[in-house]
């Protein structure tokens, strides 16, 4: 399939200036207590892609409904690609965003593997900045309180052929977002599924695509029938090898100090979290491996003390310890208060993101 997309001219995000604003108390209310995805700012992206006019129509209008075809292919073939990052407002009241530019290109893997066209890098940034700069006043102040940016994409071409769309919109949305932890953080119990899998070898399951998670949802919801918080999946083949929840990643910490994550196997989703935990972790001075990992060696390993503490990333919850793992016939506990390495890890992690630490590895972009 041609797209070529390479050679479109820059796209210039065009802001309406007759946006209505929420007014100053009302924001100030919502930005009190946000809760997550709840509330949304004044603006929002859109920006529409053909075969013959590439990507046009870019521009920065108030939030609100859009108007779609019943027939758009989205609504019956799932042809959808979606982000999630966050903007931090420092000290200074500036506001920046994290590795933007790692979301920006799973975005355009994710198009692929979804027969998407992709959204070029510098478009992906020019609409955050586009965005956040309009609505910058929606970025919220103290603790661990964001601004949650959603970038999606999907077919909105109204024919219900089997094909990849012809005509296709990218969108972007942001939401006000409170700690995820709202009184502390607390360890999560986790339901190790074996009657469902994420995703299989050849599927989509290391694209961020709405249908992933679609299809987590009965597993999730088989996790809070069993008094757990999330679910874990196994492999698809020889459900032995633990591979993740159903949107974060996982490590385990050992007794010597090393963290262990699963290996990108084609069926994990590469987490911009997990990937900046490997390199923080080996500076913080542990041994980071990446290898599988299976389901009895988490288990006999909490039961004999070889494996201290696990926990889960992603940049929804950051850093989550996971206290609990429960099957079909029995549990072994990790421990009811987040372990050493957990919180070292989290609390280095967080305060690059809001300014506190430095920023060796220049992850942070401004964005207002
Ligand atoms: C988004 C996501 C993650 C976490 O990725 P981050 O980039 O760290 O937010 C992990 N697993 C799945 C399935 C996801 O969709």
């Known amino acids: 399939m041609e797209r070529a997309l390479d050679e479109a001219p820059a796209l210039e995000f065009v802001v309406d200036p007759d946006v209505v604003r929420r007014s100053d108390d009302e924001r100030t209310q919502i930005l009190g207590a946000p809760g997550f995805g709840k509330h949304f700012t004044d603006h929002m992206v859109t920006a529409t892609w053909t075969p013959d006019g590439g990507w046009h129509d870019a521009r920065v209008r108030a939030f609100g409904p859009i108007t779609l075809s019943p027939a758009a292919a989205v609504l019956h073939y799932a042809q959808e690609v979606f982000e999630g990052l966050k903007a931090y407002r420092h000290e200074d009241g500036s506001v920046w965003s994290f590795r933007p530019e790692a979301n920006a290109a799973r975005f355009a893997r994710s198009a692929r593997r979804l027969a998407l ?21 929606w970025v919220p102040t103290g603790g661990e309180a964001s601004l949650y940016l959603r970038p999606f994409m999907f077919a909105s071409e109204s024919f219900l052929g089997v094909r990849p769309a012809h005509e296709v919109t990218y969108c972007l949305i942001a939401s006000p977002a409170g700690s995820y932890f709202a009184g502390g953080v607390t360890p999560v119990s986790i339901w190790l599924t074996t009657d469902y899998t994420r995703a299989a070898p050849g599927g989509t399951g290391e694209a961020k695509c709405g249908g992933n998670y679609a299809a987590s949802l009965a597993a999730q919801q088989e996790a809070i029938g069993h008094g757990c918080d999330q679910v874990c999946f196994l492999d698809a083949t020889e459900h032995r090898w633990v591979e993740e929840l159903g949107g974060m990643n996982l490590y385990f910490v050992h007794a010597d100090g090393t963290l262990v994550t699963p290996s990108l196997t084609g069926t994990i989703l590469e987490g911009v979290t997990r990937s900046s935990i490997l390199t923080l972790a080996g500076e913080l001075g542990h041994r980071v491996e990446e290898r599988r990992v299976s389901v009895d060696e988490w288990r006999d390993g909490v039961a004999g003390g070889e494996i201290t503490e696990v926990f889960a990333c992603g940049t929804a919850a950051v850093v989550t310890p996971l206290g609990r793992l429960a099957w079909d016939g029995g549990e072994v506990v990790m421990g009811t208060e987040p372990g050493p390495v957990t919180t070292q890890v989290r609390e ?14 220049g992850w942070l972009r401004r964005l207002a």
């Open 117 to 137: 066209p992709e959204l070029p890098e510098a478009a992906f940034l020019a609409s955050l900045e586009a965005l956040v700069g309009a609505d910058a006043d």
């Open 348 to 361: 280095r992690l967080l305060g690059i993101q809001y300014g506190r630490e430095a920023d060796t590895h």
